[in-house]
């Protein structure tokens, strides 16, 4: 109860702070999605039917995992730093209910882009997508997923190095993550690195549910995604509970 | 006493001794005041008590129950106005207040009532229903206060209320946290304000790198100061040298002052000196007043040549 009662309260708080950030928050994602789908065409003036539908379904997760591993862990690192997130920890609530809470308006953040997203695809190519119902927990897996990562980011690395790292990781999902392409495009080494990492997995099941009839929707991605997942969440439930 | 802190020792992974064998105990209803100079360990103690920090060795107990064991419970028996601000842009105070009033336990509508009467105490009504973003920094401090007020825990922790508020809001505001140990709870509060600490903590405690330097009510520890009167010597910016004191009491050095203690008794022979070092020229003005707790102070912390920086701080009332 007392659980319940602490995760309705910091889901009001946390979703106020963030009000004057969602419309900027769900520009953004809007603008991202617009900018592949409009700008790879631009690059690669003939397109299959299998590019189209990886990019079409390729934004969408690349809006999640950009919220996800770097818009989240910046702020989180941002609040660590300034001290507003030892504040948050020092009220008289569960930290389980506080990171659930925060989880939850992350997610809330994240979910509006990615419809965003597939509109802006569908659109953009003419597509009609077949969307299969999988899709609400396959988008809330991969969004979950992201937000547990980027958490953990921010909670283990100092403010400084979340900062290099989240700048990494923008070039990484970018160029060289098999969101917009296929894994077997990349060199066999990178491709083994791919098949542990989460991000092909987010990508691999935000498109088998959103154009289920172009890609096959592969099982063990979700299994990877459950691991990253816990491990996520395991990692920065430990490191909001421990006292420096 | 309610809040018992003893031997407490915080060490940072990085080697600084931020506290150093610390013990304090402060009883039910009084205003404890935590005065030091910067990074006095201040914030250290007040986050340990807290159970933001793990001390490295030393016990805090509230009601006897061990707090460092039990962070959790530290966190339901404390409440805690952090020296950052805090991090509610986008609410506004009304929000706040009532967020976390009910977050530490408080029916509803007891939390409106007792916001209604916090907003009104601190004068805080033409604010109220404004996003904390576009507030001023004095006016979100006193949210963050009414914060930790409106549904305090049995002990208080405030870590520099009183910064940035405005001279009348500072009075308000005092005057909410006795209404607060009036109530029942142990209050310890931080802060460089000197003057007015004298006039409203019950006891306090001063810090130096880490370590209780003196502890006592303020009459006690300008009692324990041999001087009644101070003596404030404005030395002229050509004089050579500070003039040695007759009284054989304290001639703190701070900037181009001298304050030199003087026993009641010696008070005309006092002006009496420090008219003629005027004439001679080495000072340009000086006054005779009541000793103060400031006076104290900065005869423990040390003078302008120990800690500059930090004593001008003190020194002035007024300081961020
Ligand atoms: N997280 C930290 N890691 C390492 N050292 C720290 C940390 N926080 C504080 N310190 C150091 O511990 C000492 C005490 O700092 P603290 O913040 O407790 O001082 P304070 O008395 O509150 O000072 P102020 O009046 O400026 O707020 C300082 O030397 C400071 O540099
Ligand atoms: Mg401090």
Same mark, same amino acid.
């Given at each position: 109860?007392?659980?319940?009662?602490?995760?309705?309260?910091?889901? +009001?708080?946390?979703?106020?702070?963030?009000?004057?950030?969602?419309?900027?928050?769900?520009?953004?994602?809007?603008? =991202?999605?617009?900018?592949?789908?409009?700008?790879?065409?631009?690059?690669?003036?003939?397109?299959?039917?299998?590019?189209?539908?990886?990019?079409?379904?390729?934004?969408?997760?690349?809006?999640?995992?950009?919220? #996800?591993?770097?818009?989240?862990?910046?702020?989180?690192? @941002?609040?660590?730093? @300034?001290?507003?997130?030892?504040?948050?920890?020092? /009220?008289?609530?569960?930290?389980?209910?506080?990171?659930?809470?925060?989880?939850?308006?992350?997610?809330?953040?994240?979910?509006?882009?990615?419809?965003?997203?597939?509109?802006?695809?569908?659109?953009? =190519?003419?597509?009609?997508?077949?969307?299969?119902?999988?899709? %609400?927990?396959?988008? /809330?897996?991969?969004?979950?997923?992201? +937000?547990?990562?980027?958490?953990?980011?921010?909670?283990?690395?100092?403010?400084?190095?979340?900062?290099?790292?989240?700048?990494?990781?923008?070039?990484?999902? =970018? $160029?060289?993550?098999?969101?917009?392409?296929?894994?077997?495009?990349?060199?066999?080494? =990178?491709?083994?690195?791919?098949?542990?990492?989460?991000?092909?997995?987010?990508? @691999? %099941?935000?498109? #088998?549910?959103?154009?289920?009839?172009?890609?096959? /929707?592969?099982?063990?991605?979700?299994? +990877?995604?459950?691991?990253?997942?816990?491990?996520?969440?395991?990692?920065?439930?430990?490191? $909001?509970?421990?006292?420096? | 006493?309610?809040?018992?802190?003893?031997?407490? &020792?915080?060490?940072?992974?990085?080697?600084?001794?931020?506290?150093?064998?610390?013990?304090?105990?402060?009883?039910?209803?009084?205003?404890?005041?935590?005065?030091?100079?910067?990074?006095?360990?201040?914030?250290?103690?007040?986050?340990?008590?807290?159970?933001?920090?793990?001390? &490295?060795?030393?016990?805090?107990?509230?009601?006897?129950?061990?707090?460092?064991?039990?962070?959790?419970?530290?966190?339901?028996?404390?409440?805690?106005?952090?020296?950052?601000?805090?991090?509610?842009?986008?609410?506004?105070?009304?929000?706040?207040?009532?967020?976390?009033?009910?977050?530490?336990? &408080?029916?509803?509508?007891?939390? *409106?009532?007792?916001?209604?009467?916090?907003?009104?105490?601190?004068?805080?009504?033409? !604010?109220?229903?404004?996003?904390?973003?576009?507030?001023?920094?004095?006016?979100?401090?006193?949210?963050?206060?009414?914060?930790?007020?409106?549904?305090?825990?049995?002990?208080?922790?405030?870590?520099?209320?009183?910064?940035?508020?405005?001279?009348?809001?500072?009075?308000?505001? !005092?005057?909410?946290?006795?209404?607060?140990?009036?109530?029942?709870?142990?209050?310890?509060?931080?802060?460089?304000?000197?003057?007015?600490?004298?006039?409203?903590?019950?006891?306090?405690?001063?810090?130096?790198?880490?370590?209780?330097?003196? *502890?006592?009510?303020?009459?006690?520890?300008?009692?324990?100061?041999?001087?009644?009167?101070?003596?404030?010597?404005?030395?002229?910016?050509?004089?050579?040298?500070?003039?040695?004191?007759?009284?054989?009491?304290?001639?703190?050095?701070?900037?181009?002052?001298?304050?030199?203690?003087?026993?009641?008794?010696?008070?005309?022979?006092?002006?009496? !000196?420090?008219?003629?070092?005027?004439?001679?020229?080495?000072? *340009?003005?000086?006054?005779?007043?009541?000793?103060?707790?400031?006076?104290?102070?900065?005869?423990?912390?040390?003078?302008? *040549?120990?800690?500059?920086?930090?004593?001008?701080?003190?020194?002035?009332? &007024?300081?961020?």
């Amino acid at each position: 109860m007392q659980l319940l009662r602490s995760y309705r309260l910091l889901v +009001t708080w946390q979703a106020l702070r963030k009000k004057n950030y969602l419309p900027l928050m769900m520009a953004v994602q809007t603008l =991202f999605s617009l900018g592949i789908v409009l700008g790879y065409p631009l690059l690669f003036p003939t397109l299959d039917r299998t590019s189209i539908y990886l990019i079409a379904t390729g934004a969408p997760a690349i809006s999640m995992v950009s919220v #996800g591993l770097v818009a989240l862990p910046q702020t989180i690192g @941002e609040q660590k730093a @300034e001290g507003s997130l030892a504040y948050m920890r020092s /009220l008289p609530v569960p930290r389980l209910a506080y990171l659930v809470a925060d989880l939850t308006v992350w997610m809330a953040i994240v979910i509006p882009g990615v419809v965003l997203g597939v509109l802006v695809g569908a659109w953009r =190519f003419g597509l009609e997508l077949q969307v299969s119902p999988l899709v %609400v927990p396959a988008v /809330l897996m991969v969004a979950l997923t992201a +937000t547990c990562v980027g958490y953990a980011i921010a909670s283990i690395l100092p403010y400084m190095l979340t900062v290099v790292i989240t700048q990494a990781i923008v070039v990484f999902v =970018f $160029m060289f993550s098999p969101l917009t392409f296929l894994p077997d495009k990349l060199p066999a080494w =990178f491709e083994a690195i791919h098949s542990v990492l989460p991000i092909q997995a987010m990508g @691999e %099941v935000t498109r #088998g549910t959103i154009a289920p009839n172009e890609f096959g /929707l592969p099982l063990g991605a979700f299994l +990877t995604l459950a691991v990253w997942c816990f491990l996520g969440f395991g990692v920065t439930y430990a490191a $909001m509970s421990r006292r420096g | 006493m309610l809040l018992q802190i003893e031997e407490l &020792t915080k060490v940072y992974r990085t080697g600084v001794r931020a506290n150093d064998g610390i013990s304090l105990a402060i009883g039910e209803g009084e205003v404890f005041g935590l005065l030091g100079h910067n990074g006095a360990g201040k914030t250290t103690l007040v986050n340990q008590v807290v159970g933001l920090l793990k001390p &490295t060795s030393g016990s805090i107990r509230i009601d006897g129950r061990d707090m460092v064991a039990d962070p959790g419970l530290a966190r339901r028996l404390c409440s805690f106005q952090a020296q950052a601000q805090v991090p509610i842009d986008g609410l506004t105070p009304r929000q706040a207040i009532d967020l976390l009033g009910q977050l530490r336990g &408080t029916a509803r509508t007891e939390v *409106e009532r007792r916001r209604e009467r916090l907003i009104d105490a601190l004068d805080l009504g033409a !604010w109220q229903d404004e996003d904390a973003a576009r507030l001023s920094g004095g006016v979100k401090r006193l949210v963050a206060f009414a914060m930790a007020a409106v549904a305090p825990g049995r002990v208080v922790m405030l870590d520099e209320p009183t910064n940035d508020v405005d001279p009348v809001r500072r009075r308000l505001l !005092w005057r909410q946290v006795r209404t607060l140990a009036d109530h029942g709870a142990a209050v310890l509060l931080v802060t460089h304000n000197v003057i007015e600490a004298e006039r409203s903590v019950d006891r306090l405690a001063i810090l130096d790198e880490g370590r209780v330097i003196a *502890e006592g009510t303020p009459a006690g520890l300008k009692g324990r100061l041999g001087a009644a009167l101070r003596l404030e010597l404005v030395l002229d910016p050509d004089a050579s040298e500070i003039p040695a004191s007759p009284f054989g009491l304290s001639a703190v050095p701070v900037g181009n002052r001298v304050m030199v203690g003087v026993p009641m008794d010696a008070a005309g022979q006092a002006v009496a !000196w420090a008219e003629s070092l005027k004439h001679a020229g080495s000072v *340009e003005e000086f006054t005779l007043g009541p000793a103060t707790l400031e006076d104290v102070y900065v005869a423990l912390v040390g003078g302008a *040549e120990a800690r500059p920086a930090q004593v001008e701080e003190v020194f002035d009332a &007024t300081a961020a």
